[in-house]
C-alpha cells in the first residue's frame, strides 16, 4: 500500500511549481518507461502492478520498485485508464549553447500553450532527427503529463530547453525563419544551411517583440480554403520538406 506521502507527492506533480521544487516528473507505461531509462535519465522511484514484475527487472537494478494495486494506480496515475506502470524521472538540467546552432534546423516555438500540440511536435522533431526544440519561457512545460504522454516517449530523445527567446535571437548567427500565412512557400525555399524556425502561438500567431528578428517568413502554401493550420501539423509539413531537400544535395 503507498503511503499518504507518497501519493501527494506523486499527485503534485501534476502541476509545474512542484515539479520545479522536486526536480522530477512522472512517466508512464512500460514502453516509455523503458524510453527513459535507456536515455541515462535518472529513476527516482517505480510504482507497477504485480503482473508486470517480470517486466521491470531492468529498473530494479537501479532502485527498488514498489508493487502496489490497481486501486492504488488510480490514485496516483494522471490517466483515465492507467497503464500498469509509474515512474518518476529526474527533470534533466538542459543548458542551450548558441555557438552549437550552425548547419542544423531547429524549431523555436514562441507561447505554444497546448500540452497535446507541444507532445506532437516533440514527436515530430524526433521522427525527422531533430535532437532539440526550443521554447520560450512561457511555453507549457515539457514534463507535464499530458506532454509526456502526447510525446509517446520521444521527449527521451529531444532536450526541450527554455530561453528568454529575445536574447537567443540577438546572440545567434543562424538565419532565422518563421512559419507565417504571408510568407514564401517553403517548397520554394532554399533550406541548406541550418537555422531557427519560429513557430507561434496558436491564437495569435508570433509576438511583435519577436517578429523583429525574422529575417525570412515561409508557409505552407494553401489550395482551400482553411484560416490556418494546427502548429503541430505545420511543423510536420516544415520538417518533412526540410528533409527532403537536405536528402537530395
Same mark, same amino acid.
Given at each position: 500500500?503507498?503511503?499518504?506521502?507518497?501519493?501527494?507527492?506523486?499527485?503534485?506533480?501534476?502541476?509545474?511549481?512542484?515539479?520545479?521544487?522536486?526536480?522530477?516528473?512522472?512517466?508512464?507505461?512500460?514502453?516509455?518507461?523503458?524510453?527513459?531509462?535507456?536515455?541515462?535519465?535518472t529513476l527516482h522511484s517505480l510504482y507497477y502492478l504485480p503482473e508486470l514484475?517480470?517486466?521491470?527487472?531492468?529498473?530494479?537494478?537501479?532502485?527498488?520498485?514498489?508493487?502496489?494495486?490497481?486501486?492504488?494506480?488510480?490514485?496516483?496515475?494522471?490517466?483515465t485508464n492507467p497503464q500498469g506502470a509509474l515512474a518518476l524521472f529526474q527533470?534533466?538540467?538542459?543548458?542551450?549553447?548558441?555557438?552549437?546552432?550552425?548547419?542544423?534546423?531547429? %524549431?523555436?516555438?514562441?507561447?505554444?500553450?497546448?500540452? $497535446? *500540440?507541444? @507532445?506532437?511536435? /516533440? #514527436?515530430?522533431?524526433?521522427?525527422?532527427?531533430?535532437?532539440?526544440?526550443?521554447?520560450?519561457?512561457?511555453?507549457?512545460?515539457?514534463?507535464?503529463?499530458?506532454?509526456?504522454?502526447?510525446?509517446?516517449?520521444?521527449?527521451?530523445?529531444?532536450?526541450?530547453?527554455?530561453?528568454?527567446?529575445?536574447?537567443?535571437?540577438?546572440?545567434?548567427?543562424?538565419?532565422?525563419?518563421?512559419?507565417?500565412?504571408?510568407?514564401?512557400?517553403?517548397?520554394?525555399?532554399? %533550406?541548406?544551411?541550418?537555422?531557427?524556425?519560429?513557430? $507561434? *502561438?496558436? @491564437?495569435?500567431? /508570433? #509576438?511583435?517583440?519577436?517578429?523583429?528578428?525574422?529575417?525570412?517568413?515561409?508557409?505552407?502554401?494553401?489550395?482551400?480554403?482553411?484560416?490556418?493550420?494546427?502548429?503541430?501539423?505545420?511543423?510536420?509539413?516544415?520538417?518533412?520538406?526540410?528533409?527532403?531537400?537536405?536528402?537530395?544535395?
Open positions: 500500500m503507498l503511503s499518504k506521502s507518497q501519493i501527494s507527492l506523486i499527485k503534485s506533480l501534476q502541476l509545474k511549481k512542484y515539479r520545479k521544487s522536486h526536480k522530477l516528473f512522472i512517466v508512464e507505461g512500460i514502453k516509455s518507461i523503458t524510453e527513459f531509462f535507456n536515455e541515462d535519465y514484475s517480470s517486466k521491470v527487472l531492468n529498473f530494479l537494478d537501479k532502485i527498488k520498485g514498489i508493487e502496489v494495486s490497481s486501486q492504488d494506480l488510480k490514485k496516483i496515475s494522471a490517466l527533470i534533466p538540467d538542459h543548458k542551450l549553447e548558441p555557438s552549437k546552432i550552425t548547419d542544423k534546423f531547429y %524549431f523555436v516555438l514562441d507561447f505554444i500553450q497546448d500540452p $497535446g *500540440n507541444l @507532445g506532437t511536435i /516533440i #514527436r515530430t522533431v524526433d521522427w525527422f532527427g531533430m535532437d532539440m526544440l526550443i521554447c520560450s519561457d512561457d511555453t507549457t512545460d515539457a514534463y507535464s503529463p499530458k506532454v509526456v504522454q502526447a510525446s509517446m516517449g520521444s521527449l527521451a530523445r529531444v532536450k526541450v530547453i527554455y530561453c528568454d527567446l529575445k536574447t537567443l535571437l540577438t546572440e545567434t548567427e543562424v538565419k532565422i525563419y518563421a512559419a507565417t500565412l504571408d510568407g514564401n512557400s517553403i517548397y520554394e525555399t532554399d %533550406f541548406q544551411q541550418g537555422g531557427l524556425i519560429v513557430l $507561434g *502561438n496558436e @491564437g495569435n500567431g /508570433i #509576438r511583435s517583440e519577436i517578429e523583429r528578428f525574422i529575417q525570412k517568413k515561409i508557409t505552407i502554401p494553401r489550395n482551400g480554403k482553411a484560416e490556418s493550420l494546427n502548429v503541430a501539423i505545420s511543423s510536420a509539413i516544415i520538417c518533412s520538406e526540410i528533409s527532403r531537400k537536405i536528402k537530395k544535395t
